[in-house]
């Protein structure tokens, strides 16, 4: 005996018994379309005070081939910057050839207290080999005092800044050391959890700068243009380079873009150099 099997309809008709009722949509956007607007209009005066006083600083370092956004340093071979040791060199160079000091004074002035004839040429070692580390940039300063400057770019590693900062006073225990670390402002919060890991069990203190201050520091010894033009040409290119590498801060091509308004804040402090001064 046969047996008989349902038909099975494999069609897509019943689909058609479904009834779908629109729903209102509840979004306006309206409300955005206005926030975005006024976001504009707040930041629209402070893209053009940028651009003002880019316009500023070009006409000032005309000697110096102006604002360089339009310079490709990519293939110039001296200002190959891929490892840490290259900020390195190129700070430490800058400080120890400094005839005014005034970089010095702007990047420590306000920690150590001290006057900015003291900060004129120092003697500036590099990897400065101690016992177990190495000490990125070791200033000996006119005054005997001495200071260490540990450079950071990517490396999170902030332990053994502590770690290097101990042997050194270990290594010359009658100095008078201060101690630095540089570091990009986004790694500011991970600075902190280490600084206060260590500074419990560790009776060295380590203060913090950020490219952002040695890029303002730079911009200030250019405005005031008292240095040697071949030390301006170097620290202009330095200070593009930071500006640019690992600031972010291209040029402003259109007033009504939309850049990050924390971008052109962080622009218009570098750019205003010092309230107090000419500019």
Not at 60 to 86: V, Y
Not at 163 to 175: G, I, R, S, V
Not at 194 to 220: P, S
Not at 239 to 264: D, H, M, N, Y
Request: hydrophobic share 40%; charged share 30%.
């Amino acid at each position: 005996m046969t047996t008989a099997f349902p038909q099975v309809d494999y069609s897509w008709e019943f689909l058609k018994k479904f009834h779908y009722e629109g729903t209102q949509d509840l979004h306006d956007w309206q409300s955005l379309r206005l926030l975005i607007e006024k976001s504009e209009q707040a930041i629209k005066p402070h893209i053009l005070e940028c651009k003002n006083l880019e316009h500023l600083w070009e006409k000032r370092l005309s000697s110096l081939c102006g604002n360089q956004t339009n310079i490709n340093w990519s293939k110039f071979r001296p200002l190959r910057l891929n490892r840490e040791e290259d900020w390195s060199d190129w700070l430490a160079w800058l400080l120890e050839t400094s005839q005014e000091g005034f970089l010095a004074d702007s990047l420590f002035g306000e920690h150590m207290k001290c006057q900015i004839a003291a900060f004129i040429s120092p003697n500036v070692k590099r990897e400065d080999r101690l016992e177990s580390r190495r000490a990125d940039i070791v200033i000996r300063w006119k005054t005997k005092r001495m200071t260490q400057v540990e450079v950071k770019l990517w490396d999170e590693n902030f332990d053994k800044t502590f770690e290097t900062a101990n042997e050194l006073q270990e290594k010359e225990p009658d100095t008078d050391w201060t101690h630095f670390i540089l570091i990009p402002s986004q790694l500011r919060d991970e600075w902190k959890e280490a600084a206060h890991r260590n500074t419990k069990r560790e009776a060295v203190e380590v203060m913090v700068i950020l490219w952002n201050d040695v890029a303002r520091g730079l911009r200030r010894c250019l405005w005031r243009g008292s240095e040697s033009i071949f030390w301006r040409a170097w620290a202009w290119a330095f200070c593009r380079a930071i500006e640019t590498e690992l600031l972010g801060l291209e040029k402003l091509e259109c007033e009504f873009s939309q850049p990050q308004i924390e971008k052109v804040l962080l622009r218009l402090k570098i750019l205003r150099v010092d309230p107090e001064e000419e500019i």
